[in-house]
């Protein structure tokens, strides 16, 4: 720089802290908890998933557990944008019901408080088994 100090000097030093470590001190004492699928929904999710890879039809997947909702994203080849999403929003469980399925253009193809049900949108054949 033109006064001889590097850009960490001039503005202070970097400090990185870990998601998991609790706040500084003076902020709040709890962490905000983040929503995500329990191991029976994912498992769901999953063998649906699979059963379209192994037709073609899918080739990726992502997940997102966020403050409010998990996602689990599903894509047709490696692109931009998800072919569908399967959220949970926890907040919509009184409501409309908190699992929902949205298609690339981000209409609401499916919503509803069974995750079994919710999920038929992608996989018509698929048959409810409890």
Avoid: C
């Avoid at 905000?32 to 379209?52: H, N, Q, T, W």
């Avoid at 926890?90 to 298609?103: A, C, I, K, Y």
């Amino acid at each position: 720089m033109a006064d001889g100090q590097s850009p960490s000097e001039k503005t202070g030093p970097i400090t990185l802290v870990h998601a998991a470590e609790p706040p500084a001190q003076g902020g709040p004492s709890r962490l905000p908890a983040i929503v995500a699928f329990d191991r029976k929904e994912l498992a769901m999710i999953l063998s649906v998933y699979g059963r379209k890879v192994s037709a073609g039809d899918w080739r990726d997947y992502a997940m997102d557990f966020l403050r409010e909702r998990a996602v689990f994203s599903i894509y047709a080849r490696v692109s931009e944008r998800p072919l569908y999403i399967v959220e949970k929003t926890p907040r919509l469980r009184n409501r409309q019901g908190q699992f929902s399925v949205t298609n690339q253009q981000g209409r609401i193809l499916k919503r509803g408080h069974d995750l079994g049900l919710v999920l038929r949108v992608l996989d018509p054949q698929l048959v409810l088994v409890r």
